[in-house]
């Protein structure tokens, strides 16, 4: 089982602080620093100093970490075109000595593509581009050296491409799918997934929707024991109730209702209800910490339930 950091750095975070919630992730013995890619903050927060961009904040963590995996979850497919990500991705995996992983996804955050000038379609449109850009970049890191590779979609349209740089990872970067989508979702994560992420829900409801995606390989004629399941929650630990509730105001969750399938709670209770999680199929689990200044947060999770685990 894994154990993962997520970051959610649009609500104010630079560089250097998540350079240091990094190397902490990797002196700890975590498998991964995985950060969000939004480029407003969420609720009454300013987001000071502003966001940073996902790919370039991974760019600069690959060549200041050694070990742990780095990655997006996720990537909106409204935010880049899938050509210059591909090259983009491919870079950062050969930057890190082969250690990223992409998370795509069909975005959902209307205000920051309105702040940002992004076209934002509808739900169904948007799920089109996200398969095209499965396709497409895939394709274009699977193309072997040396041939060309062309896409013609709706949306997207590739001619003589050298498909080129080549990720390290072969055939490619694990890619992550993640969400509730009742049909589309699960039949892309069949389709092109090494990861299926369901996040921020009850263990009853990320039940049912590992559910559907195992049906979705079934139908596909995929084992469905070849796509790793994940989760992931906000996460809020304390060495006892005391502190727990500290740590808890600085984040705003209430300790008797978390909410939104939040984690908070003693060591104990921690690793209690990972291993719910662990028992419907989770494989990994992506411990989302919001206070990126507490890396003593980092070390007692490190400590106390990363052994465990």
């Given at each position: 089982?894994k154990?993962?950091?997520f970051?959610?750095?649009?609500?104010?975070?630079?560089?250097?602080?998540?350079?240091?919630?990094?190397?902490k992730?990797?002196?700890?013995g975590?498998?991964?620093?995985?950060?969000?890619?939004?480029?407003?903050?969420?609720g009454?927060?300013?987001?000071?100093p502003?966001?940073t961009?996902?790919?370039?904040?991974?760019a600069?963590?690959?060549?200041?970490?050694?070990?742990?995996?780095?990655?997006?979850l996720?990537?909106?497919v409204t935010?880049r075109?899938?050509?210059?990500?591909?090259?983009s991705?491919?870079?950062?995996d050969?930057?890190?000595g082969?250690?990223?992983?992409?998370?795509l996804?069909?975005g959902?955050?209307?205000?920051?593509h309105?702040?940002?000038?992004?076209?934002f379609?509808?739900?169904?449109?948007?799920?089109?581009?996200?398969?095209?850009?499965?396709?497409?970049i895939?394709?274009?890191?699977?193309?072997?050296?040396?041939?060309?590779y062309?896409f013609?979609?709706?949306?997207y349209?590739?001619?003589?491409?050298?498909?080129?740089?080549?990720?390290?990872?072969?055939?490619?970067?694990?890619?992550?799918?993640?969400?509730?989508?009742?049909k589309?979702?699960?039949?892309?994560?069949?389709?092109?997934?090494?990861?299926f992420?369901?996040?921020?829900?009850?263990?009853?409801?990320?039940?049912?929707?590992?559910?559907?995606?195992?049906?979705?390989c079934?139908?596909?004629?995929?084992?469905?024991?070849?796509?790793?399941l994940?989760?992931?929650?906000?996460v809020?630990?304390?060495?006892?109730?005391?502190e727990?509730?500290?740590?808890?105001?600085?984040v705003d969750?209430?300790?008797e209702?978390?909410?939104?399938?939040?984690?908070?709670?003693?060591?104990?209770?921690?690793?209690?209800?990972l291993?719910?999680?662990?028992?419907?199929?989770?494989?990994?689990?992506y411990?989302?910490v919001?206070?990126?200044?507490?890396?003593?947060?980092?070390?007692?999770?490190?400590?106390?339930?990363?052994?465990?685990?």
């Amino acid at each position: 089982m894994k154990l993962r950091i997520f970051t959610e750095p649009q609500q104010g975070a630079s560089y250097d602080d998540l350079l240091a919630v990094a190397r902490k992730t990797e002196e700890c013995g975590f498998d991964a620093f995985f950060r969000s890619d939004h480029y407003v903050a969420f609720g009454d927060v300013d987001g000071l100093p502003g966001s940073t961009d996902a790919w370039i904040t991974l760019a600069g963590l690959a060549r200041e970490t050694s070990r742990i995996k780095l990655g997006t979850l996720v990537s909106p497919v409204t935010f880049r075109h899938p050509g210059p990500l591909a090259i983009s991705v491919a870079q950062v995996d050969q930057m890190s000595g082969g250690r990223v992983e992409l998370g795509l996804g069909a975005g959902w955050f209307e205000d920051e593509h309105q702040a940002y000038g992004l076209d934002f379609p509808d739900t169904p449109g948007r799920f089109d581009l996200l398969e095209e850009q499965l396709e497409l970049i895939t394709g274009l890191w699977d193309t072997p050296v040396g041939e060309k590779y062309n896409f013609d979609g709706k949306h997207y349209q590739l001619k003589n491409s050298p498909a080129l740089p080549k990720p390290i990872q072969q055939p490619h970067p694990p890619i992550i799918v993640g969400g509730a989508g009742k049909k589309r979702t699960p039949a892309l994560a069949a389709k092109y997934a090494s990861e299926f992420n369901a996040g921020f829900r009850s263990v009853d409801e990320i039940k049912t929707i590992f559910g559907r995606v195992q049906a979705a390989c079934e139908q596909a004629g995929r084992d469905p024991k070849t796509l790793n399941l994940s989760t992931a929650h906000t996460v809020v630990v304390g060495k006892d109730d005391a502190e727990v509730r500290r740590r808890a105001a600085v984040v705003d969750r209430d300790p008797e209702n978390p909410g939104d399938g939040s984690i908070v709670g003693t060591p104990a209770q921690i690793v209690d209800r990972l291993g719910q999680l662990a028992a419907i199929g989770s494989q990994t689990h992506y411990l989302q910490v919001l206070d990126l200044a507490d890396l003593d947060h980092l070390e007692l999770i490190a400590s106390d339930i990363l052994p465990q685990m």
